[in-house]
C-alpha cells in the first residue's frame, strides 16, 4: 500500500472513531456519570422504588412474552420465503419490513383504531369485559408490531444462503419434516436465531413510541422503563431518571455483548461452511 493509501486509512478509521466517542460513547458516559453525581445509594433508592420496579416487571413481561412469539413467526416466515415459492411471496417478504419503515407512534395508533372505546372492535371488548389498551396486552402487541422483522430477517437472509440440499438429503433418506428441522434445520441456523432474538429482545426492551401512545402511562402499572424514564425527567427527578436510564442503558450493553458472541459464531459457521464447499 503506498504512503497515499495508508493516510487515507487511517483519516477514515479515525474520523469513523470520532464519530462513535463524540455521538454514542460520550452522550452514554454521561448517562452514567449523571446517574451516580449523587453516590450509589441514590442510584439504588431509585431504581428500588415501587414504580421503577413495576416498570422493570412490565418490560420484562412484554419481552418475554413479545420474543417467543416473534421467534415462531419469524421461523415459520423465514422457512417460508427460504424454501418455498408461492404466489404473493415478494409481498410476504415486504411486509415483513413493514415495522422498519412505519413510525412506532402510527402503530401505536393503529392498536387504538383497533381496540380503543371508539375502534372497531371497542365495543364487542366493552361487551365482552375485555381491555386491550391501557394494559399488559396492548403493550405486548406493539411491542410483537415494532420487533417483528428481526427474527425473520435474519433467518432469511442466513437460509437462502446455506441452500436446502441437507435437508432434500434429509428427506430423501427418509427423514419427516418435523426431523428435518429439529436435526438439520435448527442447528445450522441456531446461532443466526440467537443473533435475531437478542436484537428483537433489546429492540422490546427500549421500544417507546408504540407503548406510549396504547399504555396510557398509567404509573406503577403501565409503564415500562423507557416511560418511567420520561416521567421521572418531566418531573424534574433527575438522579432518578438518569438512574433508571443508567440500568436500561446496562441491559443494552449486555446485549450487545450476546450480539457480538453470536456475530463471531456466524463469522465461524460462515468460514467453515466455506471450508466445505471448497
Not at 13 to 34: K, M, T, W
Not at 188 to 194: V, Y
Not at 247 to 263: F, G, H, I, N, S
Request: aromatic letters at 10%.
Amino acid at each position: 500500500m503506498n504512503r497515499r493509501g495508508i493516510w487515507l486509512r487511517r483519516g477514515l478509521i479515525a474520523l469513523s472513531l470520532g464519530f462513535l466517542v463524540v455521538f454514542l460513547l460520550l452522550p452514554l458516559a454521561a448517562v452514567f456519570c449523571e446517574a451516580l453525581a449523587k453516590g450509589w445509594m441514590t442510584s439504588l433508592a431509585a431504581i428500588s422504588q415501587p414504580d421503577a420496579l413495576a416498570a422493570i416487571r412490565l418490560t420484562l413481561t412484554a419481552s418475554l412474552i413479545a420474543v417467543p412469539l416473534n421467534l415462531v413467526l419469524g421461523i415459520c416466515a423465514a422457512w417460508a420465503i427460504a424454501r418455498f415459492d408461492f404466489p404473493g411471496k415478494g409481498l410476504l417478504t415486504t411486509l415483513i419490513d413493514l415495522p422498519f419503515s412505519v413510525s412506532p407512534v402510527i402503530a401505536g395508533l393503529a392498536w387504538v383504531l383497533l381496540f380503543g372505546s371508539a375502534g372497531w372492535f371497542g365495543a364487542w371488548l366493552d361487551r365482552h369485559d375485555l381491555q386491550i389498551l391501557f394494559a399488559v396486552p396492548g403493550i405486548v402487541l406493539a411491542t410483537v408490531f415494532v420487533t417483528f422483522p428481526y427474527v425473520a430477517r435474519e433467518l432469511i437472509a442466513l437460509m437462502q444462503s446455506q441452500g436446502s440440499e441437507e435437508e432434500e438429503a434429509a428427506i430423501v433418506l427418509g427423514a419427516s419434516g418435523w426431523r428435518v428441522f429439529w436435526h438439520v434445520t435448527l442447528p445450522n441456523i441456531r446461532w443466526g436465531l440467537f443473533y435475531g432474538v437478542v436484537l428483537c429482545n433489546a429492540r422490546a426492551m427500549g421500544e417507546f413510541g408504540a407503548v406510549s401512545i396504547v399504555s396510557g402511562h398509567i404509573r406503577g402499572l403501565t409503564n415500562t422503563l423507557p416511560l418511567h424514564v420520561e416521567i421521572l425527567y418531566n418531573e424534574y427527578n433527575g438522579a432518578a431518571a438518569f438512574s433508571v436510564a443508567a440500568l436500561l442503558a446496562l441491559l443494552a450493553l449486555a446485549t450487545l455483548a450476546l450480539k457480538t458472541l453470536a456475530e463471531w459464531r456466524l463469522r465461524a459457521q460462515a468460514t467453515l461452511l466455506q471450508k466445505e464447499l471448497a
